[in-house]
């Protein structure tokens, strides 16, 4: 099976912009969750969608936001960017079992710079 | 609130030595616990994982363990190679909202000098 995929792999953006970025899940995976890596915090849990309907969020501002299509890909959008947005913007996927204990795999990221 | 603490956050090795890297989380009701390894440029690809009802699981190199009255688990690497240098992350999932979710330790980066 084909792994995650992101797109786009690289962008840089402006102050005051905004920016959405697109994730391909695994075949069959109905799961979808999306993390901020910077090298200050770490690996942080935006948000994760699950047969288009947002069922977990993290701690973070309403000017991040996403959806899900029906075919299970999912974007998420970031409105009047930051500095401080500037991180690697990682989705993984998963089968979305409520109860499993599930793997998620990640994609390679989206690496956005704010200038 | 969930927090997973991750020590240490640096480990230098000489290749085929040992490497050990620790986690504790706060959740008692976690009951799966990920390790991710992360190469520079990458994405982090699970490597190991184990639930909360086994204590240790194997596959060859690479060992995970589990107390869950200590809230501790810890990842083993055995005979270390320069191609395990990465970042390793260990994760717990937390039932947030009747859903869960992975928490994430800050990492550990691992050098293993040849």
């Known amino acids: 099976k084909a792994g995650v995929t992101q797109t786009p792999r690289y962008l840089i953006k402006t102050r005051g912009q905004q920016v959405t970025l697109s994730c391909s899940p695994i075949?069959?995976?109905?799961?979808v969750s999306w993390y901020q890596q910077t090298p200050g915090q770490g690996l942080q849990f935006l948000f994760e969608?699950?047969?288009?309907?947002?069922?977990n969020k993290g701690n973070f501002p309403g000017r991040f936001s996403g959806r899900q299509f029906s075919n299970s890909r999912s974007e998420m959008n970031v409105s009047t960017l930051e500095l401080g947005d500037s991180a690697l913007y990682l989705c993984?996927?998963?089968?979305?079992?409520?109860?499993?204990?599930?793997?998620?795999?990640f994609g390679p990221g989206t690496r956005l710079l704010v200038l | 609130g969930e927090n997973v603490e991750q020590h240490p956050s640096t480990l230098s090795v000489q290749e085929g030595d040992s490497a050990v890297i620790k986690c504790t989380y706060s959740?008692?009701?976690?009951?799966?616990f990920p390790w991710y390894k992360q190469e520079l440029g990458k994405g982090p690809q699970l490597i190991i994982d184990?639930?909360?009802?086994?204590g240790e699981k194997k596959d060859q190199r690479i060992a995970v363990t589990l107390n869950k009255t200590a809230k501790h688990f810890s990842l083993h690497i055995t005979e270390t190679q320069p191609e395990d240098s990465a970042v390793y992350f260990c994760?717990?999932?937390?039932?947030?909202?009747?859903?869960?979710?992975?928490?994430f330790g800050t990492g550990t980066r691992l050098l293993v000098s040849p």
């Open positions: 993984a996927s998963s089968p979305g079992d409520r109860f499993g204990g599930e793997t998620q795999y």
């Open positions: 075949s069959g995976h109905r799961s």
């Open positions: 969608y699950f047969s288009e309907t947002q069922r």
């Open positions: 959740d008692s009701a976690s009951n799966y």
């Open positions: 184990i639930r909360s009802n086994v």
């Open positions: 994760a717990a999932s937390i039932v947030d909202t009747g859903f869960q979710k992975l928490v």
